[in-house]
DNA sequence: CGAGACCTTGATTGTCATCAATACTCGTGG
DNA sequence: CCACGAGTATTGATGACAATCAAGGTCTCG
């Protein structure tokens, strides 16, 4: 299950954390860490463990959540290829971590990868970065939930994952599937697994969207996407 | 209006990122920062700012807000004294810092405390802590609008203010002001002016809270508070 | 094939947004 | 000191939207 880390055939060797670093700081990274794959809704960190553990993930999709002493769950993060999963600088790790959709990552202990910082300032300087990206991240969701109305928040949800889903930064995938159910979109949202149902039906009527299957999504009329998820 | 910073006196010495220097090192940033009052409504850092500057708020409240294209503000965070304001590891400021009741904060230029901290490796070691708690605080943010029902929401700002105006980190205080007007509220928690009003008048004919005049709130039944904003 | 999870659709109820009017607060100037 | 006005808060009536309750449909996997 656990392989060793390859930096040559990483799909987002520019992209994540480790492109800070000179080939053989990332290989002395690469040292400490390891490389593992995930199954669709596999535990990647669990909440309590002491001994942390960061992450980037490579491929798929992730989220990081709370659980209440209720037992809802309660989303705060979206992870998507390149980001980093965990929480670097806690003692202790307050969030789940959970894979998506089949997914691969590279986990390094967080001690580690907070001693190597020490010693390597190119490092020590990227990471606060990836934190203050988290941070923006995080802002977003927020955006995403306080729209007023389900059409916004859902159709915001679709651009999303439309960014996301692309390979190039610069113009979002076409079509793509949405990697979480109805549930999640739902939590996510501050809405029922009803309403969303419903919204992403009547987005489809409406000819904004076309769907392939429960999850797959196309988009059809972007401009009246973006003018709802304005909302 | 602009005064050298005056660690002696601080409220928050022992709180803010500042305590993790040894009174040398506390020394030079003082050196490089300065300490200014503002009064309520004042904007501390506008967004758009090239010029970075990031500052530990010393009294008083602010919010960290975007402006949409459309004109609508959207609140991405509260700060209590103790903590940092502004993106310290931003190029560019993308948010507005304002003061939401008469403040003081000490300000310093982004680019001179990160040359601070290249040298200072107790300072490189906290800053990622205070940007994780940031990112804490961003989360527990996403905690209070996704409440399904307007009066835990309300519950849950009137127990987040409590907790911040007290002194005292173990327990919160019992009568404060809430630093907010209902506009804000209401933006904040994503409901309208009149449901903040209202939900308020409601929670106090029940009961659970008491107020005196407009902003000052008295909590009367915690428990009950408490569990609606578990909801 | 059957069981369980997931999704869709319908009918009804409740909550909150909206529209509208009135009161309160505070600072300014007569 | 009082009158005025702008900004802010409360309260009421109404309607839209989403939650809830309920049932049936689809997909997947053993």
Chains 1, 2 share one sequence.
Do not use: W
């Not at 990697?179 to 979109?185: A, I, V």
């Not at 059809?220 to 973006?226: C, I, M, Q």
């Amino acid at each position: 299950m656990n392989a060793p880390i390859v930096c040559d055939t990483c799909p987002v060797a520019d992209r994540a954390v480790c492109s800070a670093l000179s080939p053989e700081d990332r290989g002395e990274l690469a040292r400490i860490g390891h490389h593992r794959r995930y199954v669709r809704g596999e535990t990647i960190i669990a909440a309590g463990d002491s001994a942390t553990v960061c992450a980037t993930l490579t491929r798929g999709a992730a989220k990081m959540s709370t659980i209440d002493r209720d037992g809802t769950e309660r989303i705060v993060a979206l992870v998507h290829p390149a980001g980093m999963l965990g929480q670097l600088f806690a003692s202790t790790a307050t969030l789940h971590v959970t894979a998506l959709t089949d997914s691969e990552a590279c986990l390094f202990p967080a001690s580690r990868v907070a001693a190597l910082s020490d010693a390597r300032p190119a490092l020590a300087r990227r990471l606060p970065d990836e934190v203050s990206r988290e941070l923006d991240e995080s802002r977003a969701l927020i955006d995403l939930i306080s729209k007023r109305q389900a059409k916004g928040r859902v159709a915001a949800l679709i651009l999303a994952f439309a960014r996301a889903a692309s390979p190039a930064p610069c113009h979002d995938a076409e079509s793509f599937e949405l990697p979480l159910t109805r549930g999640e979109m739902a939590q996510l949202l501050g809405l029922t697994i009803e309403t969303v149902s419903r919204t992403l039906t009547a987005l489809e009527t409406a000819g904004l969207i076309a769907r392939r299957g429960s999850h797959g999504i196309a988009i059809r009329d972007r401009a009246a996407l973006d003018d709802l998820a304005a909302g």
